[in-house]
């Protein structure tokens, strides 16, 4: 599956590559997925940020649209509860009452699902106010995923995207997976609900590094927008996108306890002309 394995190394990992590998996140994809085919660590469960199985939305402020919301029982993505917002524009956040709230260095994953009408649901990460937030939009028609930051509550600057290569279909969980890294950049990827990672695109913002999640929906057109199941995870299999790439150019081969060899992705550069043992030389020592 696609929430595996999180060790403290390996978030060390993703922040200190951070700054070697700020060009082409997305084009690295392929061999971030080979490279990093040695991870070691432990499958870690998911830390639940909120799931709503307490049935209520106390720990949220309503920007507008309160009366479209509510914790149903007939969808969800995990457990018996999810949020839903029908039939009206609704702009919801939260900065405190959850614990832990996502923040810079983590990986986190929130599950959505669109029904009827709905063509636009949003998902919030380190909102400090209404006005000053990350968020992931998801719009249907045009089957496209971007990521924004808002600040001051002026217009909205967006930051990545994803447009092509997926479709998006009513009446299904996808799960938008995100890492934000201590550097700034933030990988976006999107699952299906079996597992299947359909996309990904990065961008890289330093405005905050921690805050308080939320959700958005805008139903002129209708229907219903469910959230569930939010998250702080392990990275996905894919890697940090990125790192996966330094490790194959270390040329460390086998010997991908990749994961400190973080630093090999140096050593590796260095010693390469060792041949094949230059992995074992350069992790650590020269990096
Ligand atoms: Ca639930
Ligand atoms: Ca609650």
């Known amino acids: 599956m696609f929430e595996p394995r999180q060790t403290r ?5 993703g922040i200190a590559l951070g700054g070697l590998t700020a060009v082409g996140v997305g084009s690295s994809a392929v061999s971030a997925q080979s490279g990093n085919g ?19 939305l106390n720990e949220y402020e309503f920007d507008r649209g309160r009366s479209g919301a509510e914790v149903v029982t007939d ?4 457990g018996s509860n999810a949020l839903a917002i029908t039939g009206t524009d609704t702009e919801l956040t939260s900065t405190t009452g959850l614990d832990p709230y996502p923040r810079a260095g983590d990986t986190f994953t929130c599950w959505f699902r669109a029904s009827g009408g709905a063509d636009t649901l949003q998902f919030s990460y380190g909102v400090q106010s209404p006005g000053d937030r990350y968020y992931v939009k998801v719009n249907y028609p045009n089957e496209a995923i971007q990521l924004y930051r808002v600040r001051n509550t002026g217009s909205p600057t967006r930051y990545g995207a994803a447009n ?3 479709t998006l279909a009513k009446d299904r969980w996808y799960g938008l997976v995100i890492t934000w890294h201590e550097d700034g950049r933030q990988i976006v990827r ?8 359909l996309t990904q695109f990065a961008g890289r913002d330093n405005t905050w590094k921690r805050g308080g999640i939320g959700y958005d929906a805008y139903l ?10 939010v998250t702080i995870t ?12 330094m490790n194959g150019n270390g040329g460390n081969g ?17 010693g390469g002309g060792n041949g094949g043992n230059g992995g074992m030389n350069g992790n650590g020592e020269q990096g």
Request: hydrophobic content about 15%; proline content about 4%.
């Open 9 to 13: 190394r390996e978030a060390l990992k």
């Open 38 to 56: 040695s991870q070691t660590g432990d499958d870690s469960q998911p830390v639940i940020v909120d799931d709503f199985e307490d049935g209520d």
């Open 75 to 78: 969808q969800a993505y995990r």
């Open 164 to 166: 092509r290569g997926f």
């Open 190 to 197: 999107l699952y299906d609900e079996g597992g299947n990672k």
């Open 220 to 229: 002129e057109s209708g229907g219903t927008a469910y959230f569930d199941y």
């Open 234 to 245: 392990s990275p996905p299999k894919d890697g940090n996108g990125g790192n996966g790439g």
């Open 254 to 270: 086998g010997n991908g306890n990749g994961g400190m060899n973080g630093n090999g992705g140096n050593g590796g550069m260095h």
